[in-house]
T-cell receptor, first 113, second 113 residues
Framework: DQQVKQNSPSLSVQEGRISILNCDYT??????FLWYKKYPAEGPTFLIS?????DKNEDGRFTVFLNKSAKHLSLHIVPSQPGDSAVYFC???FGFGNEKLTFGTGTRLTIIP | GAVVSQHPSRVICKSGTSVKIECRSL??????MFWYRQFPKQSLMLMAT?????????EQGVEKDKFLINHASLTLSTLTVTSAHPEDSSFYIC?????????FGSGTRLTVV
């Protein structure tokens, strides 16, 4: 049972444009969400997170939006850069701290120069 | 920031042998560490939660006698794949909760031949 899903396995975006990656979850008890960037044969790199008490969090080019009623979150990257090409995973947990992460299925983002 | 060191980065072993993977928190103490496995083009799946000084908690479907986890100190957790078989070939990643959030190791590519 995949509790966290990313329905787009891949996404291509022109350099300079906005990249929007989507993530849906089924368990309403999740209250902390994170986005990671990952290259093959490497560990995930943390990008940005959001707790369920917020609906938006911004850090530089990265913004995460959370819609609790729809159980949906999205990551916006603007402007997109060639170095952003990677696989992006969303993850959810029941709180922050020593709680396990449940990862989404991943979206491969390709930035076209 | 916090660093989690994972070794080896890649290992090839013969079927039937055992392999140990180490995960160290270098500049913080980790009472809890997590072990994930990622098959090609798939999500990161949690295998077990490792707690210092106590037995690990395994996810459903993960054989605890095959994947031995030891968390003997606040900075070291080990995963031993016993009697490895080709189907155990995968990418294994550890994670720990640091003051800065979830920090991941660089992963271990295990190939069983």
């Amino acid at each position: 049972d995949q509790q966290v899903k990313q329905n787009s396995p891949s996404l291509s975006v022109q350099e300079g444009r906005i990249s929007i990656l989507n993530c849906d979850y089924t368990n309403s008890m999740f209250d902390y969400f994170l986005w990671y960037k990952k290259y093959p044969a490497e560990g995930p790199t943390f990008l940005i997170s959001i707790s369920s008490i917020k609906d938006k969090n911004e850090d530089g080019r990265f913004t995460v939006f959370l819609n609790k009623s729809a159980k949906h979150l999205s990551l916006h990257i603007v402007p997109s850069q060639p170095g952003d090409s990677a696989v992006y995973f969303c993850a959810a947990s029941f709180g922050f701290g020593n709680e396990k992460l449940t990862f989404g299925t991943g979206t491969r983002l390709t930035i076209i120069p | 920031g916090a660093v989690v060191s994972q070794h080896p980065s890649r290992v090839i072993c013969k079927s039937g042998t055992s392999v140990k993977i180490e995960c160290r928190s270098l500049d913080f103490q980790a009472t809890t560490m997590f072990w994930y496995r990622q098959f090609p083009k798939q999500s990161l799946m949690l295998m077990a939660t490792s707690n210092e000084g106590s037995k690990a908690t395994y996810e459903q479907g993960v054989e605890k006698d095959k994947f031995l986890i030891n968390h003997a100190s606040l900075t070291l957790s080990t995963l031993t794949v016993t009697s490895a078989h080709p189907e155990d070939s995968s990418f294994y990643i550890c994670s720990a909760t640091s003051p800065y959030g979830y920090t991941f190791g660089s992963g271990t590519r295990l190939t069983v031949v």
